[in-house]
């Protein structure tokens, strides 16, 4: 029987997950920079600072979903490529990539296509004006050019970390943040290109991204190597990926939902200034949950893997080390908040008037941010284990059934006005984040490990 090189069925549990947590939070931090650098420079453009941020914030939506389209075949097909490996069948582990690897490039090609056909209508849809469209427009049109790097850069790197090579995975997104946090102020502000500038640097980081990854997957390193070779994708395959797949796919797919109609409400009750103030709260919600994204990417493979190989209790161990590791730290992340909301604000912008508007509604955004954990950890659980059904629900319930709803109704209460709009999120985390996690205790916990 083959060896593995990457056996997450033996020695500790929680030094496996710190193991691979430890360099996917790296790379979530520098993945964040990835994201967060076009922002702090756009945010600082001489003379159309508020503006161009505000303008780039109406694309989020779009991006947003062309992550979502890479997550549903990559983090799909991960899990169950872990499993098969903690059952040893290779076969089917190397079909789960091979499969994911070309659902993945036909989405690029059908996407950036789509995107330039609809892009005037879809970004006036999304909340911009006729003074924020020519920002948000040119940022979009050069960002569609780097679409299948974003698909294979992010889809396929979760295949690197299934086979406990997390150094490498973090490798992926810092070479791409690197890469653009050095030419970003190259070509904003030595070569005066603005927005177009910001775009420009961020697909040249995506395509060496998406270059490493394939260069790796390709190599002798990896159990599993990727054949570039075509071949027809599997129906059976492609439906158990898409199936696990959804649950992230709907939870990005409901971010941009809940973005749409906040910047929507945003727009009719505040005006550009609140849809930048949201631009701010939603860059620092993504440094907020930085380290819990790298726990729960960290813990999903050593989880998937020991189900797979059918050792119950390491499961449950994973399980409880994941979810204590990540309320510690959004109780922590939520009082960093509270006292210090102006160096979380400058960090993007450093309008006075934004940064006035945004300090109130940070604190109403953050409010009881510690129960996110508890969602996170859910769907982190019930995707590890392969229970799609449970997993795309609460994708759905807390965005599309209660943030949507509450952000719609909740400012037409007059004592509320616009800071309802802020109000959703917290909501949303108590009663979403507590319905998914205790139905995974119930469903997973009490039930699927139960021992014989």
């Not at 103030?277 to 050593?302: C, E, F, H, K």
């Not at 204590?324 to 959004?330: A, H």
């Not at 006035?356 to 940070?362: E, R």
């Amino acid at each position: 029987m083959k060896e593995q090189k990457n056996d997450f069925g033996v020695g500790s549990v929680e030094q496996n997950i710190i193991r691979m947590a430890v360099p996917m939070t790296v790379a979530q931090i520098l993945n964040l920079l990835y994201n967060m650098v076009d922002r702090m420079y756009i945010g600082h453009i001489p003379g159309a600072s508020s503006l161009a941020l505000t303008g780039v914030g109406i694309t989020f939506p779009i991006i947003s979903m062309i992550t979502a389209f890479a997550n549903l075949f990559g983090m799909g097909g991960a899990p169950l490529c872990s499993m098969a490996r903690g059952r040893r069948d290779y076969d089917a582990a190397k079909r789960y990539m091979q499969n994911a690897f070309w659902m993945l490039f036909a989405a690029g090609v059908v996407l950036t296509v789509t995107g330039y056909v609809i892009e005037k209508p879809l970004l006036y849809a999304l909340g911009a004006s006729s003074v924020t469209y020519p920002y948000a427009s040119s940022y979009l049109r050069i960002y569609l050019l780097g679409n299948m790097f974003v698909m294979v850069g992010i889809g396929m790197n979760p295949f690197i970390n299934a086979q406990g090579f997390g150094t490498m995975g973090m490798v992926t997104v810092g070479l791409g943040a690197l890469v653009n946090i050095i030419l970003d102020p190259l070509f904003i502000f030595v070569f005066h290109m603005g927005v177009e500038g910001a775009a420009i640097a961020t697909i040249i980081a995506q395509f060496l991204s998406a270059l490493w990854v394939l260069f790796f997957l390709t190599g002798e390193k990896p159990d599993l190597r990727l054949k570039i070779c075509w071949r027809k994708p599997e129906f059976t395959v492609v439906k158990e990926i898409v199936s696990l797949g959804l649950s992230n796919f709907f939870m990005l797919f409901t971010n941009s939902l809940v973005q749409v109609v906040c910047n929507r409400q945003l727009q009719l009750y505040g005006g550009d200034l609140y849809v930048g103030v949201m631009t701010v709260l939603i860059s620092v919600r993504d440094v907020a949950t930085m380290v819990v994204n790298g726990i729960t990417s960290g813990a999903q493979p050593v989880i998937s893997f020991n189900y797979g190989a059918q050792k119950k209790d390491r499961v449950k161990q994973g399980i409880r080390f994941m979810v204590t590791i990540c309320i510690i730290y959004t109780c922590l992340m939520w009082i960093m908040t509270l006292t210090f909301p102006e160096a979380f604000i400058r960090l993007f912008n450093s309008d006075a008037e934004l940064v006035a508007a945004a300090v109130p509604s940070m604190h109403l955004y953050f409010f009881g941010f510690c129960f996110m954990a508890l969602q996170f950890t859910g769907q982190a659980s019930f995707q590890a284990l392969g229970e799609a059904k449970y997993a795309i629900f609460f994708s759905i319930f807390r965005k599309v059934i209660i943030v949507v709803p509450l952000t719609i109704l909740l400012p037409m209460i007059p004592a509320l006005g616009l800071n309802g709009v802020f109000i959703a999120e917290p909501v949303s985390n108590l009663v979403g984040g507590c319905a998914s996690f205790f139905t995974m205790l119930y469903v997973v916990w009490f039930h699927k490990l139960k021992e014989d």
